[in-house]
């Protein structure tokens, strides 16, 4: 069965040098949920908006106003908004790196750009821009190959007709993706959808997976799968031109007006926000922070090999009060083998999203582990 959207969890290589496990310290920069006090505006200051970059460090004793947008349920918000991105933010990227993704917002909040951008090698530069309707909802996206070229590669359709529904873009552990949610990326529910369409032009053809989904009356959602190939110049929705077609039907079962469970999935909880609390999958178990400002991971437990050549692992996130992450741990369960990397030093612009921090990261495969101070470019709306 072809899958949307698969993000596979990462194989690591384990090191015979690396120590054994220690737990970090419950205190060691722990988790905080207090997003500040006080009502704001989407900036959560008060201030307008501008481009002016004050370097400043996180005043735990006098936190930043609680934006007004924190209180809306979170598969309500905004890409913005799910990003965790305070103010009126257009774009932002790293800065350290030759190779970065940029992401770009209009000033409704809805993400119109994600670019990978390789400042050495611009032949190899992609493009994926996202259209909207009046209503805010996602009706294209276009990954255009090279960027330089404008050639569109892969592009993805969405309908809309399921109003008021929650709706997983995938069967499997949705709750995969959320660690990525920080950039806006990728979106695993959409309200209302109910159709999908997602195409590759591969020079000789189309190679298409439609996905329908229609509630049942048990309130139940059916996915519908459809994998077919047609012609160049050929329309997608006439199915007498359609070739090779797989037909696949798989159930997402709904509590309290949310998906539950599926084929891959045996339970999922919620905060009252919408923010996902837990999910138990067939190869492991997350537990997600509880806050007003970001669906982030906390723990995870894996229960089977991830692929056959590695041990079960686990991971242990911390982050600061403004959600950004301080510390991940990641072990075997036979607590033989660590990685523990560490992001400091946070300095905030005037809106309170990070500009600098130091990360320092234990390479899985190889290289030395070293402090690397980063930086991020962020532009905002007037």
């Known amino acids: 069965m072809k899958r949307f959207l698969l993000l596979a969890m990462m194989a690591f290589a384990v090191f015979s040098f690396l120590p054994s496990c220690e737990e970090l310290s419950p205190n060691e920069n722990g988790t905080e949920t207090n997003g500040g006090n006080g009502n ?11 481009n002016e970059i004050v370097g400043q460090a996180w005043d735990a004793a006098n936190p930043p106003a609680r934006p007004d947008w924190f209180d809306i349920y979170y598969w309500d918000r905004t890409d913005r908004q799910i990003a965790g991105l305070r103010g009126k933010v257009k774009s932002h990227h790293i800065t350290k790196y030759t190779t970065y993704d940029e992401y770009v917002y209009d000033e409704a909040g809805h993400l119109t750009a994600k670019k990978y951008v390789n400042t050495t090698d611009s032949s190899s530069n992609t493009d994926e821009l996202h259209t909207y309707d009046a209503a805010g909802h996602r009706t294209r996206t276009e990954i255009r190959y090279p960027a330089s070229d ?10 809309y007709g399921n109003t008021g529904k929650y709706v997983p873009t995938q069967s499997f552990g949705w709750a995969r993706g959320l660690w990525e949610s920080s950039n806006g990326y990728p979106i695993t529910i959409l309200k209302d959808l109910s159709k999908m369409r997602l195409c590759h032009d591969l020079a000789d053809h189309i190679q298409c997976t439609e996905w ?21 110049g050929g329309d997608p929705t006439n199915k007498d ?11 997402v079962v709904y509590n309290n007006g949310m998906p539950y469970s599926s084929e891959e999935v045996i339970s999922t909880e919620y905060f009252s926000n919408g923010m996902v609390k837990s999910q138990v999958l067939r190869d492991g178990e997350y537990h997600f922070v509880a806050n007003d400002q970001a669906n982030v991971i906390e723990t995870f437990d894996s229960t089977v090999e991830p692929n056959g050549m590695l041990p079960i692992w686990w991971k242990k996130y911390k982050y600061n009060d403004n959600m950004d992450p301080t510390d991940l741990e990641e072990c075997s369960v036979e607590k033989t083998k660590q990685f523990h990397d560490t992001w400091t030093d ?7 999203n ?13 290289g030395e582990t070293y402090p690397d101070k980063i930086g991020r470019e962020i532009l905002y709306y007037e």
């Open 346 to 352: 946070y300095r905030y612009d005037s809106h309170w």
């Open 212 to 232: 329908s989904f229609s509630f049942g009356n048990d309130g139940n959602l059916v996915i519908t799968e459809d994998y077919f190939w047609y012609p160049i």
């Open 354 to 366: 990070w500009i600098e921090r130091t990360e320092t990261i234990i390479p899985r495969w190889f």
């Open 40 to 50: 704001g505006n989407e900036d959560g200051n008060g201030n307008g908006g501008g």
């Open 150 to 159: 404008n050639y569109l590669a892969t592009w993805i359709d969405y309908e």
């Open 241 to 251: 031109t359609r070739t090779n077609e797989e037909i696949t039907n798989y159930t």
